[in-house]
Nanobody, 124 residues
Framework: QVQLVESGGGLVQAGGSLRLSCAAS????????MGWFRQAPGKEREFVAA????????YYADSVKGRFTISRDNAKNTVYLQMNSLKPEDTAVYYC?????????????????WGQGTQDTVSS
């Protein structure tokens, strides 16, 4: 059974940092690309960052570029999202996802498995 379990969310002040983790199990982790998405209340789920299976290619939404860093540890079956210089508009539920994409990492349809999400709240 495939499981993606996010952790590390919470409440932080603007300008602060959070590090999200996503632990994967039930499939061959290093054969899948990974992504992070987020969904704010009343909004659609949006792409945040993606990393390919080897970790050599990373992609970011313009809104987080330079502030967020995605990484993975294939030995630990875990993907991370380091979030710095957080802003109130970063407040959302953050989801990790696993899929096999080429250039369509931006779309939710490119992912086969999803975690349950973790709430991040940034206060002003």
């Amino acid at each position: 059974q495939v499981q993606l379990v996010e952790s590390g969310g919470g409440l932080v002040q603007a300008g602060g940092s959070l590090r999200l983790s996503c632990a994967a199990s039930g499939y061959t982790f290093n054969s899948y690309d990974m992504g992070w998405f987020r969904q704010a209340p009343g909004k659609e789920r949006e792409f945040v960052a993606a990393i390919n299976w080897s970790g050599r290619r990373t992609y970011y939404a313009d809104s987080v570029k330079g502030r967020f860093t995605i990484s993975r540890d294939n030995a630990k079956n875990t993907v991370y999202l380091q979030m710095n210089s957080l802003k109130p508009e970063d407040t959302a539920v953050y989801y990790c996802a696993a899929g096999r994409w080429s250039n369509n990492y931006y779309y939710t349809s490119a992912y086969d498995y999803w975690g349950q999400g973790t709430q991040d709240t940034v206060s002003s």
